[in-house]
Protein backbone atom coordinates (compact mmCIF):
# COMPACT_ATOMS: atom_id res chain seq x y z
CA UNK A 1 0.00 0.00 0.00
CA UNK A 2 1.19 3.07 -1.14
CA UNK A 3 0.50 7.15 -0.64
CA UNK A 4 1.07 9.65 -3.15
CA UNK A 5 0.76 13.43 -2.52
CA UNK A 6 0.42 16.27 -5.18
CA UNK A 7 -0.56 19.80 -5.26
CA UNK A 8 1.96 21.91 -3.51
CA UNK A 9 4.22 23.98 -5.43
CA UNK A 10 4.64 28.58 -4.76
CA UNK A 11 1.73 30.92 -4.59
CA UNK A 12 1.43 34.38 -3.66
CA UNK A 13 -0.01 34.94 0.13
CA UNK A 14 -3.75 35.14 0.16
CA UNK A 15 -4.00 32.41 -2.80
CA UNK A 16 -5.20 28.59 -2.93
CA UNK A 17 -3.83 25.16 -3.43
CA UNK A 18 -5.43 21.70 -3.72
CA UNK A 19 -3.38 18.89 -2.25
CA UNK A 20 -4.55 15.28 -3.54
CA UNK A 21 -3.62 11.76 -1.86
CA UNK A 22 -3.99 8.71 -3.05
CA UNK A 23 -3.99 5.49 -1.51
CA UNK A 24 -3.04 2.36 -3.94
CA UNK A 25 -2.78 -1.23 -3.44
CA UNK A 26 -4.53 -3.73 -2.28
CA UNK A 27 -7.05 -1.69 -0.39
CA UNK A 28 -10.41 -2.71 0.96
CA UNK A 29 -11.02 0.61 3.22
CA UNK A 30 -9.15 2.85 5.21
CA UNK A 31 -9.93 4.46 8.83
CA UNK A 32 -8.86 8.07 9.62
CA UNK A 33 -6.71 9.86 6.75
CA UNK A 34 -4.94 12.54 7.65
CA UNK A 35 -2.74 15.75 6.54
CA UNK A 36 0.37 17.00 8.42
CA UNK A 37 3.02 19.27 7.56
CA UNK A 38 6.55 19.86 8.88
CA UNK A 39 8.08 23.29 8.51
CA UNK A 40 12.59 24.02 8.28
CA UNK A 41 13.18 23.29 12.44
CA UNK A 42 9.48 22.53 13.59
CA UNK A 43 8.38 19.59 14.19
CA UNK A 44 5.20 17.63 12.35
CA UNK A 45 2.05 19.05 13.38
CA UNK A 46 -1.38 17.27 11.99
CA UNK A 47 -3.10 20.17 10.02
CA UNK A 48 -6.87 18.00 9.63
CA UNK A 49 -8.06 14.98 10.03
CA UNK A 50 -11.21 13.54 8.36
CA UNK A 51 -12.91 9.73 9.86
CA UNK A 52 -13.92 7.23 7.49
CA UNK A 53 -17.71 8.37 7.99
CA UNK A 54 -16.59 12.07 7.10
CA UNK A 55 -16.25 13.91 10.59
CA UNK A 56 -13.36 16.64 10.06
CA UNK A 57 -11.00 17.83 12.60
CA UNK A 58 -8.73 20.72 12.38
CA UNK A 59 -5.93 22.25 13.72
CA UNK A 60 -6.40 25.51 15.61
CA UNK A 61 -4.15 27.41 13.32
CA UNK A 62 -6.48 26.90 10.29
CA UNK A 63 -9.51 29.39 11.27
CA UNK A 64 -11.52 27.76 9.06
CA UNK A 65 -9.20 28.10 5.28
CA UNK A 66 -8.82 24.79 5.03
CA UNK A 67 -11.06 21.87 4.14
CA UNK A 68 -10.44 18.31 3.65
CA UNK A 69 -12.25 16.02 1.95
CA UNK A 70 -12.08 12.04 0.80
CA UNK A 71 -13.46 10.50 -1.79
CA UNK A 72 -13.44 6.34 -1.01
CA UNK A 73 -14.36 5.60 -4.17
CA UNK A 74 -10.75 6.54 -5.46
CA UNK A 75 -9.37 6.36 -2.27
CA UNK A 76 -8.33 10.27 -2.13
CA UNK A 77 -7.85 12.28 0.44
CA UNK A 78 -7.78 16.43 -0.45
CA UNK A 79 -7.28 19.29 1.14
CA UNK A 80 -8.56 22.63 -0.44
CA UNK A 81 -6.20 25.41 1.47
CA UNK A 82 -7.64 29.13 0.89
CA UNK A 83 -5.77 32.65 2.36
CA UNK A 84 -2.45 31.08 2.73
CA UNK A 85 -0.36 32.89 4.74
CA UNK A 86 3.71 32.78 4.20
CA UNK A 87 3.67 30.97 7.88
CA UNK A 88 1.55 27.84 6.04
CA UNK A 89 5.02 27.30 3.57
CA UNK A 90 6.10 23.79 4.80
CA UNK A 91 6.03 19.94 3.31
CA UNK A 92 2.53 18.62 3.86
CA UNK A 93 2.14 14.60 4.61
CA UNK A 94 -1.06 12.55 4.05
CA UNK A 95 -0.76 9.71 6.86
CA UNK A 96 -3.55 6.56 6.81
CA UNK A 97 -3.59 5.82 10.24
CA UNK A 98 -5.18 2.44 9.79
CA UNK A 99 -5.80 0.49 6.57
CA UNK A 100 -7.37 -2.55 5.93
CA UNK A 101 -6.15 -4.74 3.08
CA UNK A 102 -8.36 -7.10 0.56
CA UNK A 103 -6.18 -9.81 2.20
CA UNK A 104 -8.17 -8.83 5.66
CA UNK A 105 -4.63 -7.97 6.93
CA UNK A 106 -4.31 -4.35 8.56
CA UNK A 107 -1.57 -1.27 8.05
CA UNK A 108 -0.80 0.94 10.41
CA UNK A 109 0.36 4.94 10.65
CA UNK A 110 1.04 4.76 6.81
CA UNK A 111 2.95 7.92 5.42
CA UNK A 112 3.05 9.26 1.44
CA UNK A 113 6.08 11.41 0.47
CA UNK A 114 5.19 14.66 1.17
CA UNK A 115 4.37 17.82 -1.28
CA UNK A 116 6.51 21.11 -0.48
CA UNK A 117 4.18 24.26 0.00
CA UNK A 118 5.96 27.79 -0.49
CA UNK A 119 3.71 30.69 0.71
CA UNK A 120 5.74 33.91 -0.34
CA UNK A 121 5.44 37.06 -2.59
Known amino acids: VQLQASGGGLVQPGGSLRLSCAAS????????MGWYRQAPGKQRELVAS???????NYADFVEGRFTISRDDAEITVYLQMNNLRPEDTAVYYC????????????????WGQGTLVTVSS
Open 95 to 110: NADRILRSDFRYEYDT
Open 25 to 32: GNIASINV
Open 50 to 56: ITKGGRA
